[in-house]
């Protein structure tokens, strides 16, 4: 029904849903965090016509990142995934790893990111879960938003379990 569901309501236009390409997805991933999405799309179309690929983010300065990065806020996500690119280039010959730990040893990837990247720019079996998907899964289970599960950890069991 899920899936149904996205066929017919998703945001499929979305210029990183209609690409694998490891780069573009982590460039979204950190645009996303704390900013709404139809505020993303033309600054996330700009920075990638400018810094195409991880090597060509790597190669500009800091500064440079976070200009391109203006309108989004939290501008130290635009460093974190400035020093990502350098990593990327540096440890891992400009090429995005899919194995969890090593995306996970990269600055600014928590388990969240790791977990999107993985499905979406690889396409692994990985849940992305957020606070977005432990809520649904919470109404599902429990019927009710309170009483709240006292372990984070469980409510992300069941929320794997349900993707």
């Not at 016509?49 to 200009?67: C, I, K, N, T, Y």
């Not at 440890?91 to 730990?101: A, K």
């Not at 990111?113 to 919470?138: E, K, M, Q, S």
């Amino acid at each position: 029904m899920l899936l149904e569901w996205y066929a017919r309501y998703g945001r499929t236009h979305l210029p990183w849903r209609a690409t694998r390409d490891p780069y573009r997805i982590v460039v979204s991933e950190f645009m996303l965090q704390q900013t709404q999405v139809e505020r993303v799309i033309p600054l996330f179309e700009a920075f990638v016509a400018r810094f195409p690929s991880f090597e060509a983010l790597a190669a500009a300065d800091a500064g440079d990142a976070v200009r391109a990065w203006r309108g989004l806020g939290y501008n130290s996500r635009a460093t974190r995934l400035h020093r990502l690119a350098r990593a990327v280039v540096a440890e891992h010959g400009g090429r995005l790893p899919s194995d969890t730990d090593a995306l996970r040893a990269l600055p600014g990837i928590g388990a969240y990111t790791a977990a999107a990247v993985r499905a979406f720019a690889f396409g692994l079996d990985d849940a992305a879960v957020d606070v977005n998907v432990r809520r649904v899964v919470h109404r599902v289970a429990l019927g009710v938003e309170y009483p709240r599960l006292a372990d984070d950890a469980a409510l992300d069991t069941m929320a794997i379990a349900a993707v």
